[in-house]
């Protein structure tokens, strides 16, 4: 079965900083990972999708790394900004069961 | 808009009553889930439908029945509702067969039980 952890669970940084999100699973056969993010009493916004064969993905300030063999992403968000106050969430797609399995996710809160 | 789209958005209900959740997706995706957030925010699965066809049922209790009349809408059921069901319930859709272009979510029903 899947298990997909997120470090740290929760944490605040000052506005400008960038942010290190971290995300693992157990089983490191995926078709691809997807971060999500989610505000308070919202729905889940897709961030970026990468591939089980890609490395990584760019969109904007964000920036997303997949080590499939370590069962590892990093999600990284640069130079941060208030509005980037959400929780994050990491989700892997399993080969073997077809089924999206979420971690707990990041809280984040950037402090102007 | 190309969207998922759930309705209500927020229901509150007495113990007991049976309420439903609609969904509707216009991505032409052929598979739709019913996933479950609760209270400290962890997201998991509930059902999957492939096609109008069931593919995943979680340990779920009988109480929730999900439909899917066609393979754009899924709708949850759910009968004798329970405190412990307040929670928020989210309807996602995928192809199944282009699973690598990832989910899409609707933007949640906050099912609260008094």
């Known amino acids: ?112 | 808009d190309t969207a998922v789209s759930q309705t209500p958005k927020y229901l509150v209900t007495q113990m007991g009553n049976d309420k439903s959740i609609k969904c509707e997706q216009n991505l032409g995706h052929d598979t739709m889930y019913w996933y479950k957030q609760d209270s400290k925010k962890f997201l998991k699965i509930m059902f999957s439908y492939n096609n109008k066809e069931l593919i995943i049922n979680e340990t779920v209790p009988n109480r929730f029945s999900p439909k899917s009349p066609d393979k754009a809408h899924l709708n949850l059921h759910i009968n004798s509702l329970e405190l412990g069901d307040s929670a928020v319930y989210f309807c996602a859709s995928s192809n199944r067969g282009l699973i690598h272009y990832g989910y899409t979510f609707g933007s949640g029903t906050r099912l609260t039980v008094v």
């Open chain 1, 1 to 112: 079965k899947q298990e997909v952890t997120q470090i740290p669970a929760a944490l605040s940084v000052p506005e400008g900083e960038n942010l290190v999100l971290n995300c693992s699973f157990t089983d490191s056969a995926i078709y691809n990972l997807q971060w999500f993010r989610q505000d308070p009493g919202k729905g889940l916004t897709s961030l970026l999708l990468i591939q089980s064969s890609q490395r990584e993905q760019t969109s904007g300030r964000l920036n997303a790394s997949l080590d499939k063999s370590s069962g590892r992403s990093t999600l990284y968000i640069a130079a941060s900004q208030p509005g980037d106050s959400a929780t994050y969430l990491c989700a892997v797609i399993s080969s073997g069961n077809n089924r999206l399995a979420f971690g707990k996710g990041n809280q984040v809160v950037v402090i102007p």
